[in-house]
């Protein structure tokens, strides 16, 4: 379906950008006098792509991949529509790098992407900060 809306022609769109943009999947912010002015809406642009990039999205989120992930971290911290539309926009950002280099290839970074960039020192930090919150008081010892 993504390719009968766009096509395989990606000389078009000169960035991924580009092509979200055609999308309705690039968010807009309108300011005056520096006040912004709206909710973030994602502007004009093609209905049938963006509907078909967000049932990718919802798709994708149930599954335990790198995008599946995405989703679930983003909905976690700020709703399930914004995770569409950003899992959408990575949909279409590895579209447009599918097509328009032939030598690329998919690779997925996995659920556990993320979670084995974080390093010790936060990962310790953080789990300190929690136990605390729960009420004990952490005293850290290494191991001899």
């Given at each position: 379906?993504?390719?009968?809306?766009?096509?395989?022609?990606?000389?078009?769109f000169p960035?991924?950008?580009?092509?979200?943009?055609?999308?309705?999947f690039?968010l807009t912010?309108?300011?005056?006098a520096?006040?912004?002015?709206?909710?973030s809406?994602?502007?004009?642009?093609?209905p049938?792509?963006?509907?078909?990039?967000?049932e990718?999205?919802?798709?994708?989120?149930?599954?335990n991949?790198?995008?599946?992930e995405?989703?679930?971290r983003i909905?976690?911290r700020?709703?399930?529509?914004?995770?569409i539309?950003?899992?959408?926009r990575?949909?279409l950002?590895?579209?447009?790098?599918?097509?328009?280099?032939?030598?690329?290839r998919f690779?997925?970074?996995?659920a556990?992407?993320?979670d084995?960039?974080?390093?010790?020192?936060?990962?310790?930090?953080?789990?300190v900060?929690?136990?605390?919150?729960?009420?004990?008081r952490?005293?850290?010892?290494?191991?001899?």
């Open positions: 379906m993504i390719l009968s809306e766009i096509g395989l022609d990606m000389t078009r960035t991924a950008g580009h092509l979200a943009s055609c999308a309705r690039a912010t309108k300011k005056s520096g006040r912004k002015k709206g909710r809406a994602t502007g004009h642009g093609n049938y792509l963006a509907r078909v990039l967000g990718a999205a919802v798709s994708a989120g149930k599954t991949t790198f995008l599946g995405r989703y679930r909905a976690r700020r709703g399930k529509k914004r995770a539309v950003a899992v959408g990575s949909i950002t590895i579209v447009w790098h599918l097509l328009s280099d032939p030598n690329a690779i997925d970074l996995g556990d992407f993320h084995t960039r974080i390093g010790p020192e936060r990962k310790k930090r953080n789990h900060r929690q136990l605390e919150a729960l009420g004990y952490v005293i850290l010892e290494p191991i001899a």
